[in-house]
């Protein structure tokens, strides 16, 4: 059969949705993109705003008006089998503690049941390795603890197998991802923990760059600090902020304030020197002032920040947050989302700028003519002019000589 699948939302369901390909592959399907007309659409959909919700129940139109099968998974069809099966009779709704399950209920046809099982490729250069599950923490916006229920750590030499799988494949970066990252290892109650983890993927592997995605700042303890000191870490850190505002944090069940966040960020700055660390923000939250936008505005504006992903407070039915008084008007969400956007323009052009004259590790993910295209150890892209070719998968290590755009002009230096 011919399965295209499409992906919402977070580098978790990104993970999920990688293992999906592969186990069809080996059934003996065919992966191919939307455009090339499948049979069968697996959509892995979001709930975290209502936009993503709405993206969802596109999708699953769209793919039914072409006569395509639809098997529906991830967080909205979790929250939303009910409404989805009435809605779209005929469609197949997979909730979240089904997900492993769903290859098997993709039907092989006569001829695919004789193929033979051949190695799935991944086709990205920077797979996602999916760690842990779900949440403990209850923040007041967030509907992902009921969607994916209590946090849960995939275990270690499983995550350590294929670590080992993909190095052997010829990946030189893989990103270790969970719904709540620092909490892998908590659930095992021996003490294991992301330090554990990161330290053993280290040992196991010999030549991949490991990424963390996003932390919870107090998260972040010296351990970790410590093994970042190695080249093989990526330079790179997204500690979700959402406000500097004390009272909007409270009221957003953040646990954290404005004077804890600023200090971590300056002893990890302190510690590791040249760090890109990316943010994102909540604007709108119901009761937000103009004075407590305005703290969290020149917080945003006195730190270093690499880059800020920008959200205006979305509500979200079933959360603490939506039973709120004094929600915000849309207009004001939008004016305020529009200027920390337009703020996070001038972070991002101010790193980028300072890494002009810096020596980064670039993983090489597309060559065109004389260019290569790559994605530099502190997550910017850099575009490198030059005669010689580079391998898509080789890492290179590139001296910054412009930036135009969004994108880094680099030189090379010695290869690794
Ligand atoms: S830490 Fe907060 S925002 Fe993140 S998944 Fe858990 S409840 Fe949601």
Do not use: W
């Not at 919402?8 to 949705?17: D, I, K, P």
């Not at 995605?213 to 093994?227: C, F, G, K």
């Not at 943010?279 to 407590?292: A, L, R, Y």
């Amino acid at each position: 059969m011919k399965v295209a699948i499409v992906t919402l939302g977070c580098r978790t369901n990104q993970a999920e949705s990688s293992s999906f390909a592969d186990a069809l592959l080996h059934a003996g399907h065919t992966m191919v993109d939307m455009q090339d007309n499948p049979d069968l659409c697996i959509i892995n959909s979001c709930s975290v705003t209502a936009k993503a919700d709405a993206q969802s129940r596109q999708l699953v139109s769209r793919n039914l008006k072409q006569g395509r099968s639809v098997i529906i998974t991830g967080c909205y069809a979790h929250l939303n089998r009910e409404y989805l099966a009435s809605r779209f009779p005929g469609i197949t709704i997979v909730s979240n503690e089904e997900k492993s399950s769903l290859p098997s209920l993709v039907p092989l046809t006569k001829e695919e049941r004789f193929v033979t099982l051949q190695a799935a490729t991944q086709s990205r250069h920077r797979p996602i390795i999916k760690v842990q599950d779900g949440c403990d923490n209850r923040c007041s916006y967030c509907i992902i603890p009921q969607a994916r229920g209590a946090s849960r750590s995939r275990p270690l030499p499983e995550v350590l197998a294929e670590a080992a799988r993909l190095e052997t494949e010829g990946f030189r970066e893989l990103v270790l991802s969970g719904i709540h990252l620092g909490m892998y290892g908590k659930d095992m109650r021996n003490g294991t923990d992301l330090a554990t983890l990161v330290e053993r993927v280290l040992l196991c592997t010999k030549d991949v760059r490991i990424r963390l995605s996003s932390l919870e700042v107090q998260e972040i303890d010296d351990r970790l600090l410590e093994l970042m000191q190695d080249r093989r870490l990526c330079r790179h850190l997204h500690i979700p902020l959402q406000s500097a505002s004390d009272t909007v944090l409270r009221r957003m069940n953040r646990q954290y304030d404005k004077a804890y966040y600023e200090k971590c960020m300056r002893t990890i700055q302190n510690k590791l020197g040249n760090i890109a660390i990316g943010t994102d923000v909540i604007v709108g939250f119901p009761q937000e002032t103009d004075e407590e936008f305005h703290e969290t505005r020149t917080f945003l504006e006195r730190n270093a920040f690499a880059y800020l992903h920008v959200f205006p407070y979305s509500r979200r039915p079933g959360t603490q947050a939506d039973l709120m008084s004094g929600h915000v008007a849309e207009a004001v969400k939008k004016e305020r989302a529009a200027t920390i956007k337009e703020l996070g323009r001038t972070i991002k052009r101010r790193f980028m700028d300072s890494q002009i004259g810096q020596t980064v590790d670039v993983l090489i993910e597309r060559q065109d003519k004389n260019v290569s295209h790559g994605m530099s150890s502190a997550f910017f892209k850099v575009r490198i002019e030059h005669a010689k070719k580079r391998a898509p998968g080789s890492i290179v290590p590139v001296r910054i000589v412009g930036v135009s755009d969004d994108v880094a002009e680099g030189v090379p230096e010695n290869d690794r």
